[in-house]
């Protein structure tokens, strides 16, 4: 489940997939599968964000996460998604939360932290700019 979870990310949001049929109004949505397993990102906004991400087997889900994320500056300054993009996508089997615990490119420094396991989890997420 981790490996398809961390291909289901690199192809999806991070990897610039493309956006399904809307599920709710307003939703983003983006989905992979392979065989009998499904992954549906769902995003609503865009500087301030609400996100679930869902693992289906068999049309059943069997994992997921819901995350709230806002900008603290007025303008986001350029190069921000491709750095978040980048972090996402080297994101580990191991823990295939968000990104890796620590990543830089250009001017930013991302930090993702949790604590637990896939079975149950809670973390944090910050970009820096210089």
């Not at 809307?22 to 599968?33: A, E, M, T, V």
Request: charged share 25%.
């Amino acid at each position: 489940m981790k490996g398809f979870l961390v291909r289901a990310k690199k192809n999806t949001y991070a990897g610039d997939g493309a956006i399904s049929v809307s599920s709710r109004p307003n939703s983003k949505d983006l989905h992979y599968g392979e065989g009998n397993l499904l992954y549906i990102d769902s995003y609503f906004g865009s500087d301030d964000f609400i996100d679930e991400e869902v693992v289906f087997e068999n049309q059943k889900p069997i994992w997921g996460m819901n995350y709230y994320g806002k900008m603290l500056v007025d303008e986001i300054p350029s190069g921000f998604s491709k750095c978040l993009k980048s972090a996402l996508k080297a994101v580990l089997v191991e823990n295939p939360f968000r990104g890796p615990s620590l990543f830089e490119q250009d001017k930013y420094v991302y930090k993702c932290s949790w604590h637990g396991d896939i079975a149950e989890f809670d973390g944090n997420e910050a970009i820096y700019f210089n």
